[in-house]
């Protein structure tokens, strides 16, 4: 059974009686660990600066990407200079290492070398999320934040900001827990976050939350997979037929967006989350244009043809939201007085 198949089943609204149990279980182990570490059982650790965690409580695509770069770029025009820590998922990293310049995806993963190339601020790889984090402050001694990319159910670190991304289409599929549905965690720890945004949010989202957002990723331009100083206007491709790969969380999304920008689509090879791709994967689509994220696009680079072209987008949020976070940030800084 692939991860795609669980995924049509949980998204779909459909059940799986036979992991009922299993999701029980899940939820009971749930509940242990957190009795755990809010006894004290398991030592959480803190970092000296404020630590901006950015997750969710499902399985598959939200859109967390896209915001935690849109995040870092714009607390760099407040003032701040952030770092990110990340796992790495799919990369060869086994303890902690910060990425530099020339790192590929198989090394890193793909979605921390898309923050490092994108946010320009230094990441770092690590499954302990609070190692990961002092190794950057002990390279970047002039971090004065930290955002936490995935880590929402990392407790081992300790968060001054919780923001939650639920994408506004899927919702939380048919809310069960792993792995009769796609929940990392009950609906409820919903209620415990600063923060949630829904991602292409709808007016029909059932969401209500005290400090609730919305967010839509915006198409910026084209890049060429093989050049990357050959840009091409979001539109340019509207109305001609193209090939679509994609190998993301959601690749309805990708496919909405395409659609709203009037592509001709002939046909599309999808793959698993994070997969990691080969020539053989774009051969034969040789008449037309081929088109894929920028998270597939930064795995195809040494090997993609001429016509293959990476789609740049952005996270829009709310004005209120920045506003929001803005204030919780300077509340920080009063606590502690820096």
């Known amino acids: 059974m692939s991860q795609q198949w669980f995924l049509d089943i949980w998204y779909s609204q459909r059940v799986n009686w036979l992991f009922v149990p299993l999701s029980g279980l899940f939820r009971f182990l749930i509940n242990i660990r957190t009795w755990l570490y809010t006894y004290g059982f398991i030592k959480s650790h803190a970092l000296p600066v404020p630590v901006l965690v950015v997750g969710n409580i499902t399985v598959g695509g939200t859109g967390k990407t896209p915001l935690v770069i849109s995040l870092c770029q714009w607390l760099k025009e407040k003032g701040f200079q952030p770092g990110v820590i990340t796992r790495g998922y799919q990369g060869q990293i086994k303890d902690v290492a910060l990425i530099k310049e020339g790192d590929g995806a198989s090394l890193v993963g793909d979605e921390p070398l898309l923050i490092f190339q994108e946010a320009k601020v230094p990441v770092a790889v690590g ?13 970047y001694p002039e971090i004065d934040i930290v955002l936490s990319d995935d880590g929402l159910q990392h407790y081992g670190l300790q968060r001054d900001v919780e923001i939650v991304v639920i994408d506004g289409l899927r919702e939380l599929g048919n809310e069960y827990l792993l792995p009769a549905g796609p929940l990392r965690e009950p609906k409820s720890r919903l209620n415990s976050v600063d923060a949630v945004i829904v991602n292409g949010a709808t007016q029909q989202h059932t969401f209500t939350h005290q400090c609730l957002f919305t967010m839509q990723l ?17 539109n340019l491709f509207t109305d001609q037929p193209c090939y679509v790969t994609c190998a993301i969380g959601n690749p309805g999304r990708f496919m909405q967006t395409l659609h709203l920008l ?13 997969h990691a791709y080969q020539e053989k994967d774009l051969q034969g689509w040789d008449q037309h244009k081929i088109l894929m994220t920028e998270k597939d696009g930064i795995k195809c680079k040494t090997f993609a043809p001429s ?5 740049k987008v952005h996270a829009h949020v709310d004005k209120a939201f920045y506003q929001w976070l803005e204030a919780k940030l300077s509340q920080w800084r009063v606590k502690h007085g820096s």
């Open 127 to 139: 499954k302990d999320r609070y190692l990961a984090g002092l190794e950057l402050l002990k390279e």
């Open 307 to 311: 016509n293959a072209w990476m789609l």
């Open 262 to 274: 009037n592509i001709e689509v002939l046909n599309t090879r999808f793959f698993e989350d994070h």
């Open 218 to 234: 915006v198409a910026d331009y084209w890049v060429n997979v093989k050049d990357i100083s050959l840009i091409e206007e979001a």
